[in-house]
């Protein structure tokens, strides 16, 4: 048996939070294991929970700058960090790729377009 594959969700939209747990939890091999709405509590549960993704939406309540929240995200997060965002302006884009950030989705996009 495969194990799945562990994912973290930090996304302050509560409906956006919901929806995109229920959305990735329907794959059998994801398994969303902890959720935040701060940067502060994403950071302790990355910590605590050893997730295997991240997906982290970029602005966020919290005591970070959004490059701050990322640089510290990729520094703390083990697995891969992903994020999940509605900016779509592609100097900031480029700006989280050359940062260590794995992928940039936007909330624009279907999740099952992600899954591809």
Known sequence: MTSKIRILIVEDHSAT?????????????????GASENSDEGLLLVEQLVPDIVVL???LPGSLS????????????SGKLIIFSAENRLALVQTALHMGVAAYLLKSERITDWLR
């Open 57 to 59: 939406d970029l602005h």
């Open 17 to 33: 939070l919901e929806g995109l747990s229920i959305g990735l939890g329907r794959e059998a091999d994801l398994e969303v294991v």
């Open 66 to 77: 959004p490059k701050s929240m990322v640089e510290t995200f990729a520094r703390q997060c």
